[in-house]
T-cell receptor
């Protein structure tokens, strides 16, 4: 399968600080990046979709000014949680879309970043 | 909008067969995917059905009936390592996935 990395794998921060999460697709190019959030014992919820070189599209209920997404290249996307609060504590998972012919149906996920805001 | 329903938990013994059903109500449905997620880990892709019928991949099989808005994941010859959460997810335009609530499978010796 495809190799996707996320950094950091886990982070603990104080309320009010900002946290940047990086997602890299290591062996394929991703024109589209999906960012998901998963609270404990719940399902994955799509937060936003970003296309390389353009602004991200956010799902209903997700604040675009709080969750800043940058997709500057085909192999790197970042999610910044600004002014994090305890309710932002969650498991954040990126999912780059593989554009190679025949591979579009398989959607890979990064290993996730566990965020704990104190 | 899109919604998917699947059982919350299933318990079975090693060697048994488990079927996880998933019913969906979606608009712009392209296909149904299945993912496995172990505690603390990220989801891993298991299968994808775009057309009606059964797809078999080793011990796991997945089925889709578009007319019934229904699919299932079949886990055969259960092993302890299969204890995990399993999610069905519908694919829509732009390859967006909407996930079901997940089914926690507990395999007992």
């Amino acid at each position: 399968g495809a190799v996707v990395s996320q950094h950091p794998s886990w982070v603990i921060c104080k309320s009010g600080t900002s946290v940047k999460i990086e997602c890299r697709s290591l062996d394929f190019q991703a024109t589209t990046m999906f960012w998901y959030r998963q609270f404990p014992k719940q399902s994955l919820m799509l937060m936003a979709t970003s296309n390389e070189g353009s602004k991200a599209t956010y799902e209903q209920g997700v604040e675009k000014d709080k969750f800043l997404i940058n997709h500057a290249s085909l192999t790197l996307s970042t999610l910044t949680v600004t002014s994090a609060h305890p309710e932002d504590s969650s498991f954040y998972i990126c999912s780059p879309q593989n554009v190679a012919p025949g591979r579009e149906e398989t959607q890979y996920f990064g290993p996730g970043t566990r965020l704990l805001v104190l | 909008g899109q919604s998917l329903e699947q059982p919350s938990e299933v318990t079975a013994v090693e060697g048994a067969i488990v079927q996880i059903n998933c019913t969906y109500q979606t608009s712009g449905f392209y296909g149904l995917s299945w993912y496995q997620q172990h505690d603390g880990g990220a989801p891993t892709f298991l299968s994808y059905n775009a057309l009606d019928g059964l797809e078999e991949t080793g011990r796991f099989s997945s089925f889709l009936s578009r007319s019934d808005s229904y699919g299932y994941l079949l886990l055969q010859e259960l092993q302890m390592k299969d204890s995990a959460s399993y999610f069905c997810a519908s694919k829509a335009a732009g390859n967006k996935l909407t996930f079901g609530g997940g089914t926690r499978v507990l395999v007992k010796p």
